[in-house]
């Protein structure tokens, strides 16, 4: 048991890098979770120029969020981040792709990422099912909250945790410590009606649903969907504490 009067810095968690990828992008839910949990942020946007660290010997792990680019387009920092996922990897810290993020680690893997074969969108909410091995590692949501128009492929060594029904691969595992979700579970209301907004003329893309549905949406699924995401961010970050539980 701590005193009172330990040094606040012996109980202080290591910080998490969180990679955002637009000046006004938010780390949302997660960023907040993650201070609730004890986590400090360490918060880069290689777009505008911040630098990723040679390491992650002085982090917990880091977490690569969405954004309106692709994987495959040929950006510098675009090829730097693909890249740069080689050091978690190696290093064995944990590793958490969010869509974009998600994509760029199934990039670094030698997999694909790539449209529907008739261009179906996923935007708005839509079913997913845990597989097996998801199943055995917690409970999962029925509907989650999708923005994207590629998936990708599950490179070999991966595990998939959950499918859905457009893009099949949904949640995926590479290892002990590496995952990767093409679902957001980090909106907070403020930022959904922002992607609503901003995000409106993605709408009429096949399979994509209208912005009143992302809302009404929100009010039916997205109270499971916060729960399952703070014990989710348990299992990636304190696994042997989410086992003991």
């Not at 982090?59 to 050091?87: K, L, R, Y």
């Not at 999708?146 to 893009?167: K, M, N, S, T, V």
């Not at 093409?182 to 994509?208: C, D, K, S, Y």
């Not at 009143?212 to 696994?239: C, N, Q």
Request: glycine share 8%.
């Amino acid at each position: 048991m701590l005193h009172r009067n330990e040094p606040l810095k012996s109980r202080q968690k290591a910080p998490v890098l969180l990679v955002l990828h637009q000046e006004r992008s938010s780390p949302g839910r997660v960023g907040q979770m993650l201070l609730e949990k004890g986590y400090p942020l360490d918060i880069r946007r290689p777009p505008l120029g911040d630098a990723l660290p040679e390491t992650l010997a002085g982090h917990s792990g880091a977490v690569i969020f969405g954004g309106p680019m692709s994987a495959n387009d040929p950006d510098q920092f675009i090829h730097d981040e693909i890249e740069w996922i080689s050091i978690p990897l190696k290093e064995k810290k944990p590793f958490l792709g969010i869509c974009l993020g998600a994509q760029m680690m199934v990039r670094n893997l030698g997999g694909k990422v790539s449209s529907d074969r008739n261009s179906l969108v996923e935007i708005g909410w839509y079913p997913i099912r845990p597989t097996e091995h998801g199943r055995l590692l917690m409970r999962w949501p029925q509907m989650v909250y999708h923005f994207h128009r590629e998936g990708f492929d599950l490179p070999h060594g991966c595990e998939l945790l959950a499918e859905g029904d457009i893009y099949r691969n949904q949640a995926i595992r590479y290892g002990e410590n590496a995952w990767g979700l093409q679902f957001h579970a980090e909106l907070t209301r403020a930022m959904m009606q922002r992607w609503v907004v901003h995000g409106a003329h993605r709408f009429i893309m096949p399979n994509a649903q209208p912005g009143r549905d992302h809302l009404e949406g929100r009010m039916i699924f997205d109270a499971p969907l916060r729960a399952w995401l703070s014990e989710f961010l348990d299992l990636v970050f304190e696994p042997k504490a989410h086992c003991v539980s």
